[in-house]
């Protein structure tokens, strides 16, 4: 249905003209009513990436602190850093891979600003349970401080719980259609939160003339059938993350950090196998095709010990992976030091 409202919308050449400025109104509404929570507006831009930029330079200035985590989602710590405020980054790679309230309450100080709560996490795949996701809100609350919801792996979730539902004054939920749509490529997303926070953040605006007219077209006619394929998308993610877990424990030395993944996504960790996950990446890529992202993309600390793996793809590509990933692993380890314990 994406392919044919995008064919449609071709031969009427809707993309000679600009879109209307604020977005597709019935695209809108659809957001909103994916996410259900009153009081809080929808905002699109050019995926949730502009989404979190603007977040960051509206609403933080010089010296102001983040609490975030390692690993993370890294760039979203670059558009902190862009506006002079820095994340206090907690440590999470051990049990049980996520922030808790009691950790943030800990990591408070004078300068604190703003919450980053990426659930599911990107890259370990953890997600928050509902009880850690309502006592991290109300830290937020009785701290008067701004918690920033990014909420883009939210579908393939079990049981996702959003903070806005436990602060909704002091949170920003920020949404994109990349992932559980399959539409990354075209580039829209966007955030929520109460009128007067949009209104603050949407001063960073830089899309007065509207979000790419083919994105919105194909958002809304992803968003229009979502409830007939999304249990779907959740199923295959979920069996295709089973065939790599399956494959990772045949490899002594490889262990999954966090399973079942949250996300489409999740951390196998090669540390003990002695292989860089540079070299891993490179093997795989130059001489099977498989992408995977070695670790330093996503944790200063952690980065050498493990790769991410996605995997909301066609069951071929986790076919061709569940070969290659072996393959790869014995050639490099040939190179590498004995396996510690
Ligand atoms: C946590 C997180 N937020 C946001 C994004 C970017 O989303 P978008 O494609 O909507 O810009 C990603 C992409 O990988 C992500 O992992």
């Not at 392919?3 to 957001?31: C, K, M, N, Q, S």
């Not at 793809?313 to 380890?333: C, G, T, Y």
Request: proline share 7%; net charge negative.
């Amino acid at each position: 249905m994406i392919r044919g409202g995008l064919e449609e919308a071709i031969r009427e050449r809707r993309y000679e003209g600009y879109p209307y400025g604020p977005g597709d109104p019935e695209l809108l509404d659809l957001v909103a009513k994916d996410f259900g929570l009153k009081g809080a507006s929808p905002f699109m831009t050019a995926g949730g990436t502009e989404s979190l930029y603007m977040i960051a330079r509206a609403l933080l200035s010089a010296g102001d602190e983040v609490i975030a985590s390692d690993p993370s989602y890294l760039i979203i710590h670059r558009f902190i850093e862009l506006s002079g405020a820095k994340t206090v980054n907690l440590d999470i790679y051990a049990p049980p891979y996520r922030l808790t309230a009691d950790r943030i309450q800990e990591a408070i100080g004078p300068r604190t600003r703003m919450i980053l709560l990426i659930d599911p996490l990107n890259p370990l795949g953890s997600g928050y349970p509902r009880e850690e996701v309502r006592a991290i809100a109300e830290v937020a609350h009785d701290r008067h401080l701004l918690l920033l919801n990014d909420v883009t792996y939210r579908d393939f979730a079990d049981a996702p719980t959003l903070a806005a539902e436990f602060a909704p004054e002091s949170t920003i939920t920020v949404w994109s259609v990349s992932k559980n749509c399959g539409i990354a490529g075209l580039r829209i997303g966007g955030f929520l939160a109460p009128p007067e926070l949009v209104r603050t953040i949407g001063r960073f605006n830089t899309n007065d003339l509207g979000v790419n007219i083919l994105a919105q077209v194909a958002a809304l006619a992803a968003l229009r059938t979502k409830s007939s394929w999304i249990g779907e998308v959740r199923r295959q993610t979920r069996e295709n993350g089973a065939r790599i877990r399956a494959t990772v424990g045949g490899i002594d030395g490889a262990e999954l950090p966090v399973y079942p993944s949250q996300a489409n996504m999740m951390v196998i960790d090669i540390a003990r196998l002695g292989i860089s996950p540079e070299a891993v990446q490179q093997e795989l890529l130059e001489q099977h095709g498989v992408f995977v992202r070695a670790g330093n993309y996503l944790s200063p600390t952690h980065g050498q010990r493990f790769v991410r793996v996605s995997f909301s793809n066609p069951p071929a590509d986790i076919d061709r992976f569940v070969r290659a990933f072996p393959e790869a692993i014995s050639k490099l380890a040939v190179h590498a030091p004995a396996p510690t314990a």
